[in-house]
């Protein structure tokens, strides 16, 4: 957890001021049963009722200064603790937009939640504690035992024999207890994980009716979570009977010790009602220690955690305002002979491409589902690393390129394109923040979408429900149309961004691609239609990663099998494809 501290920047003097005004509060604390103890003893016993009021002013008068030191102090702690959970959420939220997408894998997004959400509340919560109780408890231990000897020497000596051996009691338990904690938030990364599997794909589920499978699937989950939570409270638990029985016992020890002394007429009565109080606080302060190093693990386990994302090697997340320099003389895109395996040890998604792409030309790539299209181009974009030859974007290898001067040559429409909570106007400035109501416009119809945009209520203002959820896949790519369209790039990519439009939509769609509509000049479009890719200047068959055939319409019917037999699957025209 200490290796988070750099996240209390801008709190660091919360977080001095917190525990030192906690240490004044237990300073106060340490007085009062000594002064109690001279009340009895001087002012009850011998009848002096100024006295007693002389001392009950002081006593209200600590009170009142330890209340003001306590409050304070919550104060400065809560202030730290909330400062710095708010450092760290932020630095994992930027650290997360800033990954590539094999770190995001590696993680996985359920745990990158979980991560950010829970790990970080419990973070910040330990650290509220370990500021409150640092030097509070401590010094209330040792404040107790020097004062217990100002009373007694002899019992401050049973005091300081006293401390370890109740102390081990509670570390055994935390100790045991200790390993079921990132068990606890394994199981709450795999509960994220299946839940979110399971809401996004609800419909599936009942389609194929398998809801009591999962609800199954779910238990089993939840019941090992629940098991490894009983186990490690079940262990935790063991603290308050052996917090009961200490105490109790301790208590009967004084007694006994101090009664003696009290014969003897070593001690008087408030003598011993102070040894209590201090045996007391002794003990309150050993059972919050250990409830302390309690949350301190478990807050230790979420910071190891967190620290694994923070300090995972990732593109850093640079937006300088800069602009990819670009080799004039050099293709726009260009492979050569790429390779690519998602696992490392695993077969290639991508073998051996190589192909050229020059600027105001228009690629189509084709192949069957699984073929490596959209793998294709998150190489192009960056996304993932080639894992052998290079990708060039104007000459230059896109590994070596600021990711965010790269990403602002594209604009993409997803293969499942994804709507933001906000109006439609805010998700189709996604793609250009300064676009005017007129290039809005000029974008929703070149994708169509003003057929059903300003019929909705309130138009540009209509309220878009996360992911889209309250329009259909149709209108949902219609809008990531516009909004690729609305874009200032340099390259429109479409992945199969038509896939859920009817032919005459997507027919009017793509004129207005193939000619000089767009603010790109240079497009890639992806698709599993002929007819999407039928008219561009270029034609890439991929199948099983490999690229089958290169060239136009025309040149493929020739010379490409896998081509061909897409072509007639589609249109049937056989005469054509032969012709």
């Known amino acids: 957890m200490f290796g988070l501290v750099r996240y209390l920047k801008g709190y660091r003097a919360c977080a001095v001021l917190g525990p030192l005004l906690k240490f004044l509060e237990a300073l106060m604390e340490t007085f009062v049963p000594f002064i109690m103890s001279d009340i009895i003893d001087v002012g009850i016993n011998t009848g002096d009722t100024a006295y007693v009021f002389r001392r009950?002013?002081?006593l209200v008068f600590i009170a009142v200064l330890g209340w003001i030191f306590s409050l304070s102090a919550?104060?400065?702690?809560?202030?730290?603790?909330?400062?710095?959970?708010l450092n760290l959420r932020n630095a994992l939220f930027d650290k997360i937009l800033s990954m590539d997408m094999e770190t995001v894998d590696r993680f996985s997004i359920p745990s990158l939640i979980t991560r950010t959400t829970t790990d970080v509340v419990r973070s910040q919560t330990g650290l509220n504690m370990f500021l409150r109780l640092i030097l509070r408890n401590p010094f209330i231990v040792l404040g107790a035992i020097i004062m217990s000897g100002i009373i007694n020497v002899k019992v401050m000596i049973f005091y300081i024999i006293?401390?370890?051996?109740?102390?081990?009691?509670?570390f055994l338990t935390i100790k045991f207890a200790r390993p079921f904690y990132n068990k606890i938030q394994q199981g709450i990364d795999r509960i994220t994980s299946f839940c979110r599997e399971n809401i996004i794909g609800v419909r599936s589920v009942r389609a194929f009716g398998i809801q009591e499978d999962e609800r199954k699937h779910f238990e089993n989950e939840t019941d090992e979570?629940?098991?490894?939570?009983?186990?490690?409270?079940?262990?935790?638990?063991?603290?308050?009977?052996?917090?009961?029985?200490?105490?109790?016992?301790c208590v009967i020890l004084v007694l006994v010790i101090g009664s003696s002394f009290v014969n003897d007429g070593r001690l008087l009565n408030g003598s011993i009602i102070a040894l209590v109080n201090y045996l007391f606080q002794i003990l309150l302060a050993v059972e919050r220690t250990a409830t302390l190093i309690d949350a301190f693990n478990k807050a230790n386990v979420s910071s190891k955690r967190i620290k694994e994302v923070l300090d995972s090697e990732s593109p850093e997340h640079l937006d300088n305002g800069s602009e990819l320099e670009i080799d004039a003389n050099a293709p726009l895109v260009e492979f050569k002979n790429v390779s690519f395996s998602y696992d490392k040890n695993g077969s290639c998604a991508l073998s051996d491409i190589s192909f050229t792409l020059n600027e105001g030309q228009t690629l189509g790539i084709i192949g069957g589902t699984g073929s490596g299209k959209s793998t294709l181009l998150s190489l192009l974009q960056g996304i993932y690393p080639a894992t052998e030859g290079s990708v060039l974007i104007g000459g230059k290898d896109v590994k070596e390129a600021d990711p965010v001067a790269l990403r602002k040559m594209f604009s993409v429409v997803q293969q499942k394109p994804m709507l933001f909570s906000g109006t439609i106007r805010d998700n189709i400035k996604f793609g250009n923040p300064e676009a005017a109501d007129e290039e809005i416009d000029r974008a929703l119809k070149a994708s169509v979408a003003d057929e059903f945009v300003y019929d909705k209520e309130g138009g540009l203002n209509f309220s878009v429900e996360y992911g889209g959820r309250n329009l259909s896949g149709g209108q949902k790519q219609r809008l990531a149309l516009a909004r690729a369209f609305v874009r200032l790039a340099d390259i429109l990519v479409l992945d199969d961004a038509t896939s859920a439009l009817d032919y005459v939509t997507e027919s009017k769609i793509r004129r207005y691609v193939t000619g000089?509509?767009?603010?790109?000049?240079?497009?890639?479009?992806?698709?599993?239609?002929?007819?999407?890719?039928?008219?561009?200047?270029?034609?890439?068959?991929?199948?099983?990663?490999?690229?089958k055939g290169s060239g136009t319409h025309e040149e493929l019917l020739e010379s490409c099998?896998?081509?061909?037999?897409?072509?007639?699957?589609?249109?049937?025209?056989?005469?054509?494809?032969?012709?």
């Open 56 to 58: 009950g002013l002081l």
């Open 74 to 85: 919550q104060y400065f702690n809560a202030r730290a603790s909330m400062g710095f959970g």
């Open 162 to 170: 006293l401390v370890p051996v109740i102390s081990l009691g509670f």
């Open 225 to 249: 979570l629940f098991e490894n939570q009983v186990k490690a409270d079940r262990i935790a638990a063991l603290n308050t009977p052996i917090n009961t029985l200490l105490v109790n016992g």
């Open 516 to 547: 000089q509509g767009t603010n790109s000049k240079t497009k890639v479009i992806v698709s599993q239609r002929i007819s999407a890719v039928l008219l561009c200047d270029r034609i890439i068959v991929l199948e099983d990663g490999c690229v």
């Open 561 to 579: 099998d896998t081509y061909k037999e897409i072509y007639l699957s589609q249109t049937g025209d056989l005469e054509e494809a032969e012709s």
